[in-house]
């Protein structure tokens, strides 16, 4: 491949594109992370990044992928031959019940075609059907990645309480802290699991648990081993800004520009931000005459699109093209849909300017492919853009 110019687009939905504000805060010297300078760094990034998840409990950092945080949510909360009620919604639903299973506990997984969220109903009634409460948690994941559903959260809350169930609820946030409205104590979630590469626009490798009283009462009885994931072995140092072992230094120097930066914009304007660019794309996706993945309008994502490839069309081809003829990543299709979508992410530093340029590589990159579409697609999403001025402007 010829060397290209310009810059990447990088329009995966996470890792997203880290803004150069966040990268210049985190070029600084690595310091001694017992001394005084890095409690009141820890201090700041433990407390403020509460207002992210909407919280005022404790929020857990790892030194760690999403996969670790999810990991710690099981191990610190759940038994070994415990039943967890869990939903398909996609690829990354399938993998947290997974590693649930590994841990030896029994997922319940109700069905689903990966073209929804999870859905309320059905979860309450199986909670309903659960007189004995042998159901230990209820475990969703917000927004589903690899399909672009995003489960309504306040309505699965209702459902459990409609069934007057006991069950922890536990969420993955992953890719949705700081994109999608979510309100970890309005909502009663008791483990709210997210990462640190995508809304966050940070680089990967820091993960949370946002952790409820419901969750650390729990932790003090569930009989699951554990180590590195302990919550109370990292409560007590983070009570000094301290971590019990060495933290992820750099990326917390980011962590706090990031907060500062949501703080700056509002939350309910970075939401709006999205939920718009998400609509614009999806305006694009109806005038090339392709299918967008998800089914249930009030469940399309505001992060990212997966857009159905024509029938006897690769994906994965297709993106491999626009990669080398535009320089822009897009996202594959994972697990069972590997191969039928692509994914556009619209997360994070991204703008009417971003998303423009980004639906551009993807029309022309369907035109380079041989994919059957029609044109005006960048036209549409312009439009939608254009026509939202009113509402586009800053709640102040
Ligand atoms: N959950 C969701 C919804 C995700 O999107 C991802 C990663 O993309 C994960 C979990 C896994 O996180 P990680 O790859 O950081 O381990």
Known sequence: MATQQGRHFL???????????????????VID?????????????????????????????????????WEAAIVNTLSPGDTVLMAETGHFATLWR???????????????????????????ARLVEDRAHKITAVMVVHNETSTGSTSRIAEIRQAIDNAGHPALFMVDTISSLASVDYRHDEWQVDVTVSGSQKGLMLPPGI??????????????TNTMPRSYWDWQEMLKPN???????????????????????????????VFARHKRLAAATRKAVEAWGLEVLCQNPAEYSPVLTAVLMP????????????????NISLGSGLGK????????????????????????????????AGVPH??????????????NVEANAPKV
């Open 11 to 29: 329009q995966i939905p996470g890792p997203s594109p880290v803004p150069d504000r966040i990268l210049r805060a985190m070029d600084m010297p």
């Open 33 to 69: 992370h017992r001394s005084a300078e890095f409690a009141r760094l820890g201090h700041e990034v433990l407390e403020g990044s509460k207002a992210v998840f909407k919280t005022t409990q404790p929020v857990i950092i790892f030194p760690a992928s999403g996969t670790g945080a």
């Open 98 to 124: 997974n590693i649930a299973t590994r841990w030896g506990v029994n997922v319940e997984f109700l069905p689903g075609d990966w073209r929804r969220g999870a859905d309320p109903a059905a979860i309450e």
């Open 207 to 220: 993960s949370f648990n946002a952790v409820s009283e419901k969750a650390l009462a729990a932790s003090k």
């Open 239 to 269: 009570a000094g800004g301290f971590f019990p072992y060495t933290p992820a230094t750099n990326l917390l120097y980011g962590l706090k520009e990031a907060v500062a930066m949501l703080r700056e914009e509002g939350l309910d304007n």
């Open 311 to 326: 029938p006897s069309h690769d994906a994965d081809h297709y993106r491999k093209v626009t990669l080398e003829k535009f």
């Open 337 to 368: 849909v590997a191969g039928k979508v692509f994914r556009i992410g619209h997360l994070g530093e991204c703008n009417e300017l971003t998303l423009i340029g980004a639906l551009s590589g993807v029309e022309m990159g369907l035109a380079a």
């Open 374 to 387: 029609r044109s005006g697609g960048v036209q549409a999403a312009m439009a939608a853009l254009e026509g």
